[in-house]
């Protein structure tokens, strides 16, 4: 649901084309028609008011600024193609000083928010050192500087972004925020990407998910440190945590066992697992209640780094935002925070660089050869990693289950 990392692209300039010499101020004004006869009847159909409409875009102009443009008129800008882009081993993820100075604050304001965060934890279910890590990860504790405005930058992308349909929804989202008055437009802060507040709800999150904990019959989740994070707590229960499990362990997965088990759809008793040899990477025994529930083998670079167990509650924080190194970085924060955790044990390992566009052929490779990948996208999810370890196995190799330069030499 979060639209992450908008911040790390540059915005590109605009040319006009030639032949429409379209301008700023040209695109400006099919904006304010825009809301006027296409946004407004919509708005309206939705129960938001002309006076509330109105005075969400009083002063409001476009976002330039903003990266995904495809403004009207205009060449479109030259961007590099996603297949070019590198991707990135798995550990780049997981700077270590930056966790451990969002375990330290997560510490202390875990202790500081104590009273509201065990209200917090006895209504939703939700541990409060996951809900702290999120808020931690996700706006610096709420310290971060959130300065756009919702309404310009998701009106702007719903206008002339690369994904209007998308933000076409949110700002209708937003305007029935402004409609129930639990926020006043300009206070209403989001970043580049138009999420929003200390949790970094899109406005249809918010409306989902977000509550009002402090009692005061608004739903803040911009200064209201208890909204905030009884939001995120409601946001993780409604999408099914699973109160008294944990997230997660890391493991050793045993020679002779493979990677290629990984998988949410490979579910089995912990109990199993163990059965097989995997162990704690701590050497502590799971939790009796533990190995009784549903485990899955996860193995985010194969076997070039850290392996784990996780329980459904893994997948309840991918949820939040769809990556599994998301979900074991909030994982792992919340161990430290709430339970003495520090890094993974297992290091990880140099995998070597690859373009997504190399990724994407290895990916069409197995494909032709029967196995579900998951798309030929240029990631490597779980469906990719095992598909690998299961292609090693059948020719004879050790499964490693991760994509590297020497495998794509290997596949024809
Ligand atoms: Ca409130």
Sequence with gaps: MILAFALLFAAAPFAATSSHAATRAGVEAQFRQWLETDLWPEARRAGVSKPVFESAFSGISLDWDLPDLEPPGFAKPKQRSQSQAEFRSPGAYFDEKRLQG????????MAKHASTLRKIEDRYGVPASIIVAIWGRESGFGRAKIPHSAVRVIATKAFMSTRPELFRKEILAALKILERGDVSASAMKGSWAGAMGQPQFLPSSYLDHAVDFDGDGKRDIWNSTADSLASIANYLAQSGWVRGRDW????????????????????RPISALTDMGIIRISGRP???HERRAAGMVLVPAGTYGPEFVVTPNFYVIKEYNNSDLYALFIGNLADRIGHGGSAFVTPWGKTGSMLRSDIARLQASLERQGYDVGGADGLPGYKTRRSIGEWQARTGQKPT??????LLGAQK
């Excluded at 969002?102 to 304001?109: E, H, N």
């Design 102 to 109: 969002l375990a330290a604050s997560g510490r202390s304001l």
């Design 286 to 288: 799971f939790p009796e």
């Design 248 to 267: 997660g362990f890391e493991a050793v997965i045993p020679e002779g066992v493979t990677c290629a088990l990984e998988g949410p759809d490979r579910a």
């Design 401 to 406: 289950c991760f994509p590297t330069p020497q």
